[in-house]
């Protein structure tokens, strides 16, 4: 592994655990050229995903483009890392169950969606303006009362 500091292509490994989910390797590693530490998540990828875009463009998945979408619907709202690391895997699992090779970014988008209802309804409505291309006020109106009725349909399952 190669360090992220000075560049030294070898790095040795001080501790190694699962994370909480189980979902990857969390390992602590040590430098020997600038004695730096730092850590690294290693996971499963069960195949090589490929989304497909709007007019048919193609390029490789990559997790943390889910990350970052969702931590930037999630910024300043009370959801903790963990809870949002384990909702990313989620839709990563999910993702890589379709059994398709290329996922539409459609897809991924509503999964990410569904994600972020479960996580914080602020975020998921962020998230949702920008996903659905919000134009003007009755876009927004519309959607909310879309998300009030599923909200409402949640709570009643729930009690």
Known sequence: MKCPFCGNDESQVKDSRPT????????RR?????GARFTTFERVQLRDLI??????????????KIRKSMNIALRKRPVEEEKIERAANGVVRQLESLGDAEIPS????DYVMKALANLDTVAYIRYASVYKDFRNPNDFNEFLDEAKSITNIEEQKAS
């Open 20 to 27: 909480e989910d189980n979902s990857s390797i969390r390992r």
């Open 30 to 34: 040590a430098c020997p050229s600038c």
């Open 51 to 64: 989304v497909v875009k709007a007019g048919d463009k193609k390029e490789v998945f990559d997790r943390e």
């Open 106 to 109: 459609r897809t991924i988008g």
